[in-house]
């Protein structure tokens, strides 16, 4: 297990940027896949995208349909740390935002942070 400290949301209006970013603690980091999932209200969480362990090699990434093109998750392991990119934001992207990390990930395993919000919003 990992503490996870997510940040970076905020308000926003669409079609501009915002940088989350996921901050682990433990050298084991590198270790673990990581993926960013967000809850918006009355919904169930869902993942938009994840990084594959740095381990024997560079994390593959996957991402949902909804943020292809537009959202970048990326790893620094020298920081433990994963981030998340999102590009042209649209209002439909306003959800919590939650960084998982784990030998296996999604909803009751791993490690989860506290979650960010962000708001696209006019």
């Known amino acids: 297990q990992v503490q996870l400290v997510e940040s970076g949301g905020g308000l926003v209006q669409p079609g501009g940027s915002l940088r989350l970013s996921c901050v682990a603690s433990?050298?084991?980091?590198?270790?673990?896949?990581v993926a960013w999932y967000r809850q918006a209200p009355g919904k169930e969480r869902e993942l938009v995208a994840n990084?594959?362990?740095?381990?024997?090699?560079?994390?593959?990434?996957n991402y949902a349909d909804s943020v292809k093109g537009r959202f970048t998750i990326s790893r620094d392991n020298a920081k433990n740390t994963v981030y998340l990119q999102m590009n042209s934001l649209k209002p439909e992207d306003t959800a919590v935002y939650y960084c998982?990390?784990?030998?296996?990930?999604?909803?009751?395993?791993?490690?989860w942070g506290q979650g960010t919000q962000v708001i696209v919003s006019s």
């Open positions: 433990g050298s084991i980091f590198r270790l673990f896949a």
């Open positions: 998982n990390a784990g030998l296996r990930l999604g909803v009751g395993f791993g490690s």
């Open positions: 990084i594959t362990s740095a381990i024997p090699k560079s994390g593959t990434v």
